[in-house]
T-cell receptor, first 116, second 111 residues
Framework: GAGVSQTPSNKVTEKGKYVELRCDPI?????LYWYRQSLGQGPEFLIY????????DSGLPNDRFFAVRPEGSVSTLKIQRTERGDSAVYLC??????????????FGEGSRLTVL | QQQVKQSPQSLIVQKGGISIINCAYENTAFDYFPWYQQFPGKGPALLIA?????SEKKEGRFTISFNKSAKQFSLHIMDSQPGDSATYFC??????????FGTGTRLKVLA
């Protein structure tokens, strides 16, 4: 497809378990962002990748959260020892960089994480 | 200084009416101000955006008004339609487009 793809769309896990959320950005988009959206709130920034490297990870709440993008395309958000407070929708967005950029972030539909 | 404050939290408008949502920011380094529309179960999608070198931008029924001195910007939806019923988020960013989002406005347009 042409849009940002996120899997799984829904994930239910138990407290203390490990979770991986995947994001497949729009082809050719070198900038990739992860956001977290709690119920009734605006998306909160987690991390931004420029190519393969994390250019800004200032939004990651603690060291249980980690994200990778080894080949500069697909990214995985990893959450260790999940807690009930981690329950949220995790949104991925991508953006074209360079002269062609308009500043628009293209969002996926999100992965809804529920920690029991 | 990184916050973007959005109001109202919710809004009910009659079909054909004008919907107005307001946002305020503190960081004068912000240089890109988009509005996103989100339907239930979907990701946010860009509606319209403005940069601080202009005071107004119009695209169809949607207009952004920008007041740089007051550090405020607003979204106006003219001739509101039931299909406009959604949650709207303002945002602000600088440089790397790391958006800081407002808390959202839930708009309902009555038929």
């Amino acid at each position: 497809g042409a849009g940002v793809s996120q899997t799984p769309s829904n994930k239910v896990t138990e407290k203390g378990k490990y979770v991986e959320l995947r994001c497949d950005p729009i082809s050719g988009h070198t900038a990739l962002y992860w956001y977290r959206q709690s119920l009734g709130q605006g998306p909160e920034f987690l991390i931004y990748f420029q190519g393969t490297g994390a250019a800004d990870d200032s939004g990651l709440p603690n060291d249980r959260f980690f994200a990778v993008r080894p080949e500069g395309s697909v990214s995985t958000l990893k959450i260790q020892r999940t807690e009930r407070g981690d329950s949220a929708v995790y949104l991925c967005a991508s953006r074209i960089e360079g002269a062609a950029t308009t500043g628009e972030l293209f969002f996926g539909e999100g992965s809804r994480l529920t920690v029991l | 200084q990184q916050q973007v404050k959005q109001s109202p939290q919710s809004l009910i408008v009659q079909k054909g009416g004008i919907s107005i949502i307001n946002c305020a920011y503190e960081n004068t380094a912000f240089d890109y101000f988009p509005w996103y529309q989100q339907f239930p179960g979907k990701g946010p999608a860009l509606l319209i955006a403005i940069r601080p070198d202009v005071s107004e931008k119009k695209e169809g029924r949607f207009t952004i008004s920008f007041n740089k001195s007051a550090k405020q910007f607003s979204l106006h939806i003219m001739d509101s339609q039931p299909g406009d019923s959604a949650t709207y988020f303002c945002a602000a960013s600088k440089g790397t487009y790391k958006y800081i989002f407002g808390t959202g406005t839930r708009l309902k347009v009555l038929a």
